[in-house]
T-cell receptor, first 116, second 112 residues
């Protein structure tokens, strides 16, 4: 079974520039999560999708971050404009065929973003 | 509020000794508590999880215990090996869809 795919793996941009990350979850997984992991901290949920609907985006800085999962499969996370404090690893995870609170979350390799 | 506290932040043990990492959570509605291991530069990997209807779960050298009354759960690693060295994160779920709140992480170092 293929795992969660993410691209790019690394990205370096200047502050105020835009950047986009892509995630393809495990086939059949209804739930998709985007996490931000700042160096030395645990992952923090930015947004959770169930199929193509948003379940939780309470921690997403909506003035600069946006995410979509239009067809309920792959997803894109965008930052516009980027700030220095956005430097982090952005992890995508997917879970369960039907969602639910007991589903194991499988993480992708992450995208390491550096904002200069 | 949604919060998971984890300690210690760093833990150093000799090979063969046991290691214990503890977490507390704030929401009594939480019912799923996974533990992830993250090696440097790699993705978090689930190593064990526990659901609220059990008090303990074991998988070879790893065990997790849960005390719902006290709202805390712990990871126990016995007979530690150098390859156990990594950062360990606990987490608790906070909505029916499975949103996880992670602890701050524990950097475990196993010295040969």
């Amino acid at each position: 079974e293929a795992g969660v795919a993410q691209s790019p793996r690394y990205k370096i941009i200047e502050k105020r520039q835009s950047v986009a990350f892509w995630c393809n979850p495990i086939s059949g997984h209804a739930t998709l999560y985007w996490y931000q992991q700042i160096l030395g901290q645990g992952p923090k949920l930015l947004i959770q999708f169930q199929n193509n609907g948003v379940v939780d985006d309470s921690q997403l800085p909506k003035d600069r971050f946006s995410a979509e999962r239009l067809k309920g499969v792959d997803s894109t996370l965008k930052i516009q404009p980027a700030k220095l404090e956005d430097s982090a690893v952005y992890l995508c995870a997917s879970g369960g065929p039907s969602g639910g609170s007991y589903n194991e979350q499988f993480f992708g390799p992450g995208t390491r973003l550096t904002v200069l | 509020g949604e919060n998971v506290e984890q300690h210690p932040s760093t833990l150093s043990v000799q090979e063969g000794d046991s290691a214990v990492i503890k977490c507390t959570y704030s929401d009594s509605a939480s019912n799923y508590f996974p533990w992830y291991k993250q090696e440097l530069g790699k993705r978090p990997q689930l190593i064990i999880d526990i659901r609220s209807n059990v008090g303990e779960k074991k998988d070879q050298r790893i065990a997790v215990t849960l005390n719902k009354t006290a709202k805390h759960f712990s990871l126990h690693i016995t007979e530690t090996q150098p390859e156990d060295s990594a950062v360990y994160f606990c987490a608790g779920n906070y909505n029916q869809g499975g949103k996880l709140i992670f602890g701050q992480g524990t950097e475990l170092s196993v010295k040969p």
